[in-house]
């Protein structure tokens, strides 16, 4: 419930490579060769691929401690199941729709900020862990026992086994996180954050190791391309060159979403029906993620984004403390102010060839007006813009206009009509530009290189 700018069309849940070191990666290797396994990779010749998810689609489990004070007796004895050690499902965890349990929920997800400390953490008494990072499982569904309902990237990582041949724990990893948390600018501490793109970075230099050396691909989705290219940015160039052949985006709200602001202002359900946005929406507030998904003045400028006839006021991506503190959040101002936008002020380049797949002609948030009732009664008008649904096509172009001054930067991107958010990870032509790109890098591919920007239409590509 937490994350809307990724799961509005849907939950989202990817999965990221399993780290190992790099001798534990060539032991394993060895063995595979010694079981038959290397005649295998000897015809496969495949660059070793790492599925990284957004916002909500990973797999999150808590576990209760002494400190933690339920707000009512229903917290205090529900889970009444647990499994080994107290530990049971957070995220994603159907009784989130019931009334009463979504108090919980909420409550079990929320962080706060320590002034002190300049850095996030879970509320007391929550201790919470991601469930399966290295392996795509916990990717494919939210919750393996409603499949039906919480599939995730399950139809992206089974295209990649059936038609680019592609092998879970061989050449094709997940890498999941906890979405909650962000990152912030230079000089600040992300603790969780941090230790994400360090475990992230471990992950790529097992799966090279595993593959030949051959570097890997990584393949994002929404928040995960910004965290995939925040730890790309902060490594050294020789460590991109030897390790990532290409970073793949799929729908990456490079500039924040205006939707972001109706999550913050009134709550954000995310299409999950019978829950109350009232309920769910203060912990929404306190997710570091969700700050850093708010539009950023470099691509929104002095665009008036929300009005409210209460406060007499209007709101572009350039006044946003002002309007974290006309919603009642006023905490939220200095860890906006310190943390975030230092840290969205520059599109960082990469330093590996980029493809941005990105949705477009789908009714997308473009301005907000809230009457005299103020931001507790919701919005009177909604108006809809370009976008796939959850990001505005301003923000998911991002890179054309961020890199355009750098002819070292190569970046394509890939418009595709009519491809919502969360449908990308399953929209047929969505995934055959990613079998595209695959094939291009596993079968060396000699055409003649791209310009170093370059914007395509699905219409203008053959197959």
Not at 164 to 184: H, S, T
Not at 316 to 323: D, E, P
Request: include cysteine; glycine fraction near 10%; aromatic fraction near 8%.
């Amino acid at each position: 419930m937490g994350k809307p700018s990724s799961v509005a069309d849907g939950v989202v849940v990817v999965v990221l490579v399993a780290a190992m070191v790099s001798t534990l990666s060539s032991w394993c290797c060895v063995a595979a060769e010694m079981a038959g396994g290397g005649e295998r990779r000897q015809e496969a010749e495949r660059h070793p691929v790492i599925l990284i998810p957004g916002s909500g689609g990973s797999q999150l489990e808590a576990r209760l401690t002494e400190e933690y004070s339920p707000s009512s007796l229903v917290c205090r004895v529900w889970p009444v199941v647990r499994g080994q050690g107290g530990w049971f499902r957070l995220w994603f965890d159907p009784s989130v729709v019931v009334a009463p349990l979504t108090n919980c929920f909420a409550e079990r997800m929320e962080l706060s900020y320590d002034a002190a400390a300049d850095d996030y953490r879970n509320a007391a008494g929550v201790k919470t862990r991601v469930s399966g990072f290295g392996s795509t499982s916990t990717l494919r569904y939210l919750d393996p026992n409603l499949k039906l309902l919480t599939g995730y990237m399950n139809v992206l990582a089974s295209t990649l086994e059936k038609k680019a041949g592609y092998e879970e724990g061989f050449d094709l990893f997940g890498a999941p996180y906890d979405f909650r948390y962000g990152l912030a600018g230079p000089g600040h501490p992300s603790r969780v954050g941090s230790a994400y793109l360090e475990r992230l970075r471990k992950l790529v230099e097992s799966a090279c190791a595993a593959n030949d050396g051959k570097p890997a691909i990584l393949l994002a989705h929404s928040l995960g391309g910004l965290y995939a290219l925040q730890m790309l940015a902060r490594s050294p160039a020789s460590w991109r060159a030897a390790h990532v052949k290409r970073l793949v985006t799929l729908s990456t709200p490079w500039g924040g979403s205006v939707q972001e602001m109706l999550t913050f202002a009134s709550g954000n359900t995310l299409g999950v029906p019978f829950v109350d946005a009232a309920l769910i929406r203060d912990e929404q507030r306190t997710s570091e993620s969700n700050l850093w998904l708010l539009p950023v003045p470099r691509v929104f400028g002095n665009t008036t984004l929300v009005v409210s006839s209460h406060h007499n006021r209007s709101y572009s991506a350039k006044n946003m403390t002002q309007f974290l503190r006309d919603i009642g959040f006023p905490e939220g101002v200095e860890p906006y102010r310190a943390r975030i936008r230092p840290l969205v002020e520059v599109l960082p380049e990469p330093g590996v060839p980029v493809t941005c797949l990105v949705g477009t002609g789908v009714d997308t948030v473009e301005s907000l007006v809230y009457g005299d009732e103020g931001f507790e009664a919701g919005p009177e008008k909604i108006v809809y813009g370009d976008g796939d649904g959850t990001v505005n096509l301003a923000s998911l172009v991002g890179p054309i206009k961020a890199w355009s001054d750098s002819p070292a930067q190569v970046v394509e991107v890939v418009e595709l009509p009519k491809v919502s958010h969360a449908g990308i990870l399953k929209d047929k032509s969505a995934l055959n530009q990613i079998l595209r790109v695959l094939d291009a890098i596993n079968l060396n591919a000699t055409s003649p290189r791209p310009p170093s920007i370059h914007r395509l239409s699905q219409d203008s590509i053959d197959y």
